[in-house]
């Protein structure tokens, strides 16, 4: 079952705003991640947060993490039509070893010029 | 580069046909996954690998079988592929210091008819 449920599904915004897409998780995690693939590509790691964080930055990117709530937000400042993209949560629910990640469903972003 | 390759990239088969996709990897990683991405799903984690000989089911096991007999290469077995088993899969492997984020392939397109 999925872990993640994202929203919103899809997001269309004029370049140059900001960009804000959220994860809702439920169980207990190690830590949260997000990812970007392009259209017809492989999923490409952004950022990661532990449970202890609260807020991480990287770039024009800014994640924050609520375990209180179990949910997480990505950002993504002054966008651009390279950030046209589908970006996914994932969840880590596990130990030391191998991770068995669980995805949400994604939210879809398209940069508008 | 962590330097991952899928073949073959894309697939048309029919039904009860046996299929391998092949997962290779140049850097003597020890955790290998195989997902599989289906719209309205995300990724899924079908199996995953911790080293030669050693692997174990993840979410959705059902109707396929991998191997892995050497460290640069996972396969992944559909025994009689069925036309629910169309879709894209990503291998990916575990990266960074402490093996908590993944590098994913550019994905394997099958269709099954």
């Known amino acids: 079952s999925q872990q993640g449920e994202e929203d919103p599904q899809a997001l269309s915004i004029q370049e140059g705003e900001n960009a804000t897409m959220n994860c809702s998780y439920k169980?207990?995690?190690?830590?949260l991640q997000w990812y970007r693939q392009n259209s017809g590509r492989g999923l490409v790691h952004l950022i990661l947060?532990?449970?202890?964080?609260r807020e991480k930055h990287s770039g024009r990117l800014r994640v924050t993490l609520d375990t209180s709530k179990k949910s997480s937000s990505l950002l993504i400042t002054a966008s651009r039509a390279a950030d046209t993209a589908s970006y996914f949560c994932?969840?880590?629910?596990?130990?030391?070893?191998?991770?068995?990640?669980?995805f949400g469903q994604g939210t879809r972003l398209t940069i508008n010029p | 580069d962590a330097g991952i390759t899928q073949s073959p990239r894309h697939k048309v088969t029919e039904t009860g046909t046996p299929v391998t996709l092949r997962c290779h990897q140049t850097?003597?990683?020890?955790?290998m996954y195989w997902y599989r991405q289906d719209p309205g799903h995300g990724l899924r984690l079908i199996h995953y690998?911790?080293?030669?000989?050693?692997?174990d089911k993840g979410e959705v096991s059902d109707g396929y079988s991998v191997s892995r007999s050497k460290t640069e290469d996972f396969l992944l077995t559909l025994e009689s592929a069925t036309s629910s088993q169309t879709s894209v899969y990503f291998c990916?492997?575990?990266?960074?210091?402490?093996?908590?984020?993944?590098?994913f392939g550019p994905g394997t397109r099958l269709l099954v008819l």
């Open positions: 169980t207990s995690i190690n830590n």
């Open positions: 947060i532990r449970s202890n964080e």
């Open positions: 850097e003597n990683h020890r955790y």
């Open positions: 990916a492997i575990s990266v960074g210091s402490n093996q908590e984020t993944q590098y």
């Open positions: 690998s911790y080293g030669v000989k050693d692997t």
């Open positions: 994932a969840t880590d629910e596990g130990s030391q070893g191998a991770q068995k990640l669980v």
